[in-house]
């Protein structure tokens, strides 16, 4: 297939907008092939992985379960609290993830493909994509949502969420916003309209 003919769609948004209840439409519903990349961000840091072993060498072995899995909640609790910290660990996964998505763009053969990359600005692999589709909410919305999700308290849940890039500034450099403060049906028709426009 000719690369310029395909739509390769990074998907992203704010911690809690409903991502991945688009992406979950998109697979599902519109027989989409998605990427996701907190799965390669899993695989990077699987038991006994390289990286894994490079964490634990920074923070010691009590990072780990007792099982000897990341802690994510402990590391969490580290990341998002010292940007430091935050920057280092991303310097760890990112050139991981960003080798996964490589590998599986080159065997994709699908006319539209969907990169679902919560850190898509951040980690700078816009230039993956031929369009950018930002899910959005109300900052009200997010943090509630993100707060009954991952049981986290309010200073916890803002902490994640000025964490990443503001949401305002994600939606500027956005080709398509898809609004999630309203119901999901009104959600689904925006990704149907999206969809329904030729790149």
Request: aromatic content about 6%; charged content about 25%.
């Amino acid at each position: 297939m000719n690369e310029l003919s395909k739509r390769m769609i990074g998907l992203t948004g704010g911690i809690s907008t409903g991502k991945t209840t688009v992406s979950h439409y998109l697979t599902t519903v519109c027989h989409i092939r998605v990427l996701d990349a907190d799965s390669y961000a899993r695989e990077a840091v699987e038991l006994n992985s390289p990286i894994l072993q490079t964490i634990k060498q920074r923070y010691g072995a009590d990072i780990c379960l007792n099982n000897g899995e990341l802690n994510r909640k402990k590391l969490g609790n580290i990341i998002f609290n010292d940007f430091g910290e935050k920057q280092w660990l991303e310097s760890q996964i990112h050139p991981y993830v960003r080798q996964r998505f490589q590998q599986e763009m080159t065997q994709c053969q699908q006319r539209i493909v969907v990169l679902d990359i919560p850190l898509l600005f951040e980690s700078q692999l816009t230039h993956l994509v031929t369009e950018i589709w930002v899910v959005y909410c109300s900052y009200e919305q997010q943090l509630q949502r993100l707060m009954n999700r991952n049981r986290l308290s309010e200073k916890e849940a803002i902490a994640r969420i000025k964490s990443q890039l503001p949401l305002e500034e994600k939606i500027q450099k956005a080709n398509i916003v898809l609004d999630n403060s309203s119901t999901l049906d009104r959600l689904y028709q925006q990704i149907d309209q999206a969809l329904s426009i030729p790149k």
